[in-house]
């Protein structure tokens, strides 16, 4: 069965640190990948998708991923975090089951930026 | 996207009382998922509907929970004799069809319904 993990629970970083979030998926089909950010009481937002092509991918907020197929692995980056950051990030596969789409969700990483 | 819209927002239930929450997808949708959020985990998938019809249900506790979306009206996930391990957060998302790129290739999700079941 497809599964997603993020290793990373909780990460703490200064403003302006550099970011990187992992990713990891167990899926044998054709891959399309997403990072959804969640902001404290919010609805989850889109920041970057996968589908084909370019491996790396430039979402929203100046944060970019990059997929390795050999790795399996899409990681989340940004060279300098902002305090506005501050959110829960969530990775996803996108399943075909022949009938339907639907994603499969990482469990998460919680980021807090701190001044 | 504030195009999908959810309520309750927040919902407090006694154990053994019927929880209903409710989902408008964005215009033009005809799709709805409905996810459930436990504390400190990650999504999980729960039902994927289409008008009149369920599509998959493959995430859905075989007991004490349905979900519908009728020909006319919201999308509506009731959960009877609710339980403490039912508190969560629940996400709807909407999609225009079964084909995602007609939407960019995304779905949109909704702000949720925050259940606390007490």
């Known amino acids: 069965a497809q599964s997603v993990s993020q290793h990373n629970h909780h990460v703490i970083l200064s403003e302006a640190a550099s970011l990187e979030l992992g990713c990891n998926y167990s899926?044998?089909?054709?891959?399309?990948l997403f990072w959804y950010v969640q902001y404290p009481g919010q609805h989850l937002q889109l920041l970057l998708k996968?589908?084909?092509?370019?491996?790396l991918v430039k979402g929203i907020k100046g944060f970019e991923a990059e997929f390795i197929k050999s790795k399996f692995s899409f990681n989340l980056r940004k060279p300098s975090v902002q305090w506005s950051d501050t959110a829960e990030y969530f990775c996803a596969v996108k399943v075909d089951t022949g009938t339907a789409s639907k994603l499969t969700f990482g469990t998460g990483t919680r980021l807090q930026v701190t001044l | 996207n504030a195009g999908v819209m959810q309520n309750p927002r927040h919902l407090v239930r006694r154990r053994g009382q019927e929880a209903r929450l409710r989902c408008s997808p964005m215009?033009?949708?005809?799709?709805v998922y409905w996810y459930r959020q436990l504390p400190e985990e990650g999504l999980k998938f729960m039902v994927y509907?289409?008008?009149?019809?369920?599509?998959?249900e493959s995430g859905m506790p075989k007991e004490r929970f349905s979900a519908e979306f009728p020909k006319e009206g919201p999308s509506i996930l009731r959960i009877q004799q609710v339980v403490r391990g039912d508190s969560a957060a629940y996400f709807c998302?909407?999609?225009?069809?079964?084909?995602?790129?007609?939407?960019?290739?995304?779905?949109?999700f909704g702000e949720g319904s925050w259940l606390t079941v007490v």
């Open positions: 215009k033009g949708h005809s799709h």
């Open positions: 899926y044998g089909g054709t891959v399309n």
């Open positions: 509907l289409q008008k009149e019809n369920i599509i998959d």
């Open positions: 996968y589908f084909s092509g370019d491996p």
């Open positions: 998302a909407s999609s225009p069809g079964y084909l995602w790129r007609e939407a960019g290739n995304t779905i949109y």
